[in-house]
T-cell receptor, first 111, second 115 residues
Framework: KQEVTQIPAALSVPEGENLVLNCSFT??????LQWFRQDPGKGLTSLLL?????REQTSGRLNASLDKSSGRSTLYIAASQPGDSATYLC??????????FGTGTRLLVSP | ETGVTQSPTHLIKTRGQQVTLRCSSQ?????VSWYQQALGQGPQFIFQ???????GRGNFPPRFSGLQFPNYSSELNVNALELDDSALYLC??????????????FGAGSRLTVL
């Protein structure tokens, strides 16, 4: 059974810091891995998708890496801003639309 | 129309009642899936529909059922509501032509409270 774990569960940093969120999964048989952002009480916004054959993806200040063999992914956020405050979820795709999610990292960036 | 839209945004029901949640898929998407997100947890896969047929189901009882219509809109029905059914219900759509290549687009969700 695929299980996804995210560390840390919560993170508080001052504005401008670079930070790393971690995600691990137990079964390397995945199609892809996605990182999502969720604001309180809202739906999910896809940030980055890494196919199983890829090692990283970048979008603006965000960079996500994938090491499928070790079952790990990281989301790197450069020069954090208060607007980055949200919960970040990673999810592995085990087939078509069946995503297995972690419980998320709650990020607070203080001005 | 772009994006995934869900209705209603919030609703309150009592234990034992039935509820129907609705989802309009993003234009061009032919596959829809539903997720349940309890407070403080990650979303849990309920089921997915492709060409109006259920095509994969998570660990949810039969009182959770769904429909997909020819225009690819979808419904999630929950019978005999229980207190633990209180959650945010998320709908996601994509094109399923190539497994794993598709990016899921999520709606804003329907917040269900069962009293």
């Amino acid at each position: 059974k695929q299980e996804v774990t995210q560390i840390p569960a919560a993170l508080s940093v001052p504005e401008g810091e670079n930070l790393v969120l971690n995600c691990s999964f137990t079964d390397s048989a995945i199609y892809n891995l996605q990182w999502f952002r969720q604001d309180p009480g809202k739906g999910l916004t896809s940030l980055l998708l890494i196919q199983s054959s890829q090692r990283e993806q970048t979008s603006g200040r965000l960079n996500a890496s994938l090491d499928k063999s070790s079952g790990r992914s990281t989301l790197y956020i450069a020069a954090s801003q208060p607007g980055d405050s949200a919960t970040y979820l990673c999810a592995v795709n085990t087939g078509f639309q069946k995503l297995v999610f972690g419980t998320g990292t709650r990020l607070l960036v203080s001005p | 129309e772009t994006g995934v839209t869900q209705s209603p945004t919030h609703l309150i029901k009592t234990r034992g009642q039935q509820v129907t949640l609705r989802c309009s898929s993003q234009s061009g998407h032919n596959t829809v899936s539903w997720y349940q997100q309890a407070l403080g947890q990650g979303p849990q896969f309920i089921f997915q529909y492709y060409r109006e047929e259920e095509n994969g189901r998570g660990n949810f009882p039969p009182r959770f059922s769904g429909l997909q219509f020819p225009n690819y809109s979808s419904e999630l029905n929950v019978n005999a509501l229980e207190l633990d059914d209180s959650a945010l219900y998320l709908c996601a759509s994509s094109t399923a032509s190539v497994p794993g290549a598709n990016v899921l687009t999520f709606g804003a969700g329907s917040r269900l409270t069962v009293l």
